[in-house]
């Protein structure tokens, strides 16, 4: 690590046997940095999250980052260069899977701390109170949202522990196979929304004639009434439908008299302690920079670690953003079949981009590039660290009910949206979302923690911003900031609001993955 005269540090080397270090902030060209006893002059200008050569790499050489491989030397690099798409190629190497062969020891589990949450008769833990409007397919989803946005701030003033009503809206629900892999997925998506224990209520709303039939949804994924923010056996959930009640100002009409009759019963709860260990912490990172992996991705790690070590779960999805760092995790696999799970839904990924002619090493995009990542081996394995460091308990599938405690991985796509969508819908509680570039992002009916890069981008986008581990950068710690993290997820947890909640941000950005041809 070289620091500049105020002490703090101007390059990174993350490995001894790297051959890259990151700059932690930018650097002019012709600047003398230090390594060690060893000096480095620039021999061009290096951005901030952006990599410079520490030593002379030929061309055809592996270049190294965490100690690990991100690419191919496309032509000599000097010490001092750049190292960028210019002069990077991806290339392919092989990767030793070693299931389970570095497990690590299961910590002991501490069960000392609690948050302030609501606990629902099922046994489910919540962290927030909402109504929720279900919109079964596009068709009604304007109409779901004319009823959400009836109940505003002076509605909802004599119902303090209502935390809002929202619409779930989407762009399908129609012209999909029937029972098919697409129906499905979607069905276990809105299931997963109607039974999250941030949910007190909800009402479906359809427009009747669609292929995504409520009657399919409830019967499928056991949906019940919800009351006194429970789950009733044998009473079916409210459903409209815009054919039935006459049309669109009828059936909001209708859904206005709906939701006024449950808010006195969604209302009747109060926060209570409860462990830490029922809290299940979504893990995203977006807009991603060079210091994704240096800072924020790190920091997450140490507070997924601390979790774990509370009984809880952390989870990680984007699959193909552990395309390539995938043998990192097969390693730290509980069970040999865990790890060959991974590796199915690494293959699967393979097999479902090429149906698109695509790769998924199309990744990274050009706002990470931008910010110094190159190619997907190297945003792949700053986007793992999320995960911390204990062992790999199961790999879900998209929006698969989030039932086993510790490290989980959830496989998503890399689009943040879709993403969070999976696993709130499995049961994610608590959402932290890393960034470098500024994403702005929230998750209704889960309040989603934001975590900067680098401190430029923190100051520039405060009002969106919830912790800045930027100050890694600048002398703080990993650790420090990922206890400082840990803490702020049980406050939030207890009803402390984040950024994006103070703005409304949250509904918009219900994204379900569709898997399936629209026909």
């Known amino acids: 690590?070289?620091?500049?005269?105020?002490?703090?540090?101007?390059?990174?080397?993350?490995?001894?046997?790297?051959?890259?270090?990151?700059?932690?902030?930018?650097?002019?060209?012709?600047?003398?940095?230090?390594?060690?006893?060893?000096?480095?002059?620039?021999?061009?200008?290096?951005?901030?999250?952006?990599?410079?050569?520490?030593?002379?790499?030929?061309?055809?050489?592996?270049?190294?980052?965490?100690?690990?491989?991100?690419?191919?030397?496309?032509?000599?690099?000097?010490?001092?260069?750049?190292?960028?798409?210019?002069n990077v190629e991806l290339g392919d190497f092989q990767r030793d899977y070693a299931f389970?062969?570095?497990?690590?020891?299961a910590p002991a589990i501490n069960e000392t701390r609690t948050f302030q949450g609501y606990r629902r008769h099922d046994g489910k833990a919540g962290t927030r109170n909402y109504i929720a409007v279900i919109s079964m397919v596009n068709c009604s989803a304007s109409t779901s949202k004319y009823i959400s946005q009836q109940f505003d701030e002076s509605l909802l003033k004599d119902y303090p522990n209502v935390d809002g009503v929202f619409a779930i809206t989407h762009k399908g629900g129609c012209a999909m196979q029937y029972d098919g892999p697409d129906h499905e997925q979607l069905d276990r998506v809105l299931a997963g929304f109607a039974k999250h224990p941030n949910v007190g209520a909800y009402l479906i709303v359809g427009l009747g004639c669609e292929t995504g039939q409520a009657l399919h949804l409830v019967e499928n994924q056991g949906l019940v009434q919800i009351g006194s923010g429970s789950a009733v056996p044998g009473r079916k959930p409210r459903v409209l439908t815009i054919q039935t009640c006459g049309g669109i100002s009828k059936t909001v009409e209708a859904g206005v008299r709906l939701l006024s009759e449950m808010l006195p019963e969604v209302n009747d709860v109060r926060r209570e302690a409860i462990p830490v260990s029922e809290l299940v912490l979504g893990t995203e990172c977006g807009g991603s920079d060079g210091n994704s992996g240096v800072t924020a991705n790190p920091a997450v790690g140490v507070a997924s670690d601390l979790l774990v070590e509370h009984g809880a779960t952390s989870v990680i999805g984007e699959t193909p953003e552990i395309y390539g760092a995938e043998h990192l995790l097969?390693?730290?696999?509980?069970?040999?079949?865990?790890?060959?799970?991974?590796?199915?839904?690494?293959?699967?990924?393979?097999?479902?981009?090429?149906?698109?002619?695509?790769?998924?090493?199309?990744?990274?995009?050009f706002g990470n590039k931008e910010g110094g990542l190159t190619t997907i081996y190297e945003k792949s394995l700053g986007a793992i660290v999320k995960g911390g460091s204990t062992a790999l308990k199961d790999v879900l599938h998209y929006a698969q009910p989030i039932t086993t405690k510790g490290f989980v991985v959830m496989d998503t796509p890399g689009y943040d949206p879709a993403s969070i969508t999976g696993m709130v819908a499995g049961g994610a509680n608590m959402l932290v979302f890393t960034t470098g570039r500024g994403s702005c992002f929230g998750c209704k009916p889960v309040p989603?923690?934001?975590?900067?890069?680098?401190?430029?981008?923190?100051?520039?986008?405060?009002?969106?911003m919830d912790l800045n581990a930027g100050t890694?950068?600048?002398?703080?710690?990993?650790?420090?900031?990922?206890?400082?993290?840990?803490?702020?997820?049980?406050?939030?947890?207890?009803?402390?609001?984040?950024?994006?909640?103070?703005?409304?941000?949250?509904?918009?950005?219900?994204?379900?993955?569709?898997?399936g041809p629209t026909l």
């Not at 002019?28 to 021999?43: S, W």
Request: a negative charge; one cysteine or more.
């Open 1 to 86: 690590m070289s620091t500049s005269a105020s002490g703090q540090p101007e390059i990174i080397q993350l490995s001894e046997q790297d051959n890259i270090a990151v700059a932690a902030r930018p650097l002019i060209e012709g600047h003398k940095v230090f390594l060690g006893d060893e000096q480095i002059e620039t021999q061009e200008a290096i951005g901030l999250g952006h990599k410079i050569a520490v030593q002379d790499i030929p061309l055809g050489g592996a270049i190294s980052k965490y100690g690990q491989v991100i690419g191919f030397a496309a032509e000599q690099i000097h010490t001092g260069n750049l190292v960028h798409t210019h």
């Open 100 to 105: 389970s062969q570095a497990v690590p020891e």
């Open 330 to 365: 097969t390693r730290r696999a509980e069970t040999p079949e865990i790890g060959k799970k991974l590796i199915e839904r690494i293959k699967w990924w393979e097999w479902y981009a090429g149906l698109f002619g695509a790769e998924i090493n199309n990744n990274p995009s």
């Open 448 to 464: 989603c923690i934001k975590v900067s890069t680098n401190t430029t981008m923190y100051e520039h986008m405060i009002d969106d």
């Open 472 to 515: 890694i950068l600048e002398g703080a710690s990993v650790a420090d900031v990922g206890h400082q993290l840990f803490e702020q997820i049980i406050e939030v947890a207890s009803g402390q609001k984040t950024k994006s909640e103070l703005t409304g941000v949250g509904e918009e950005e219900f994204a379900p993955w569709g898997i």
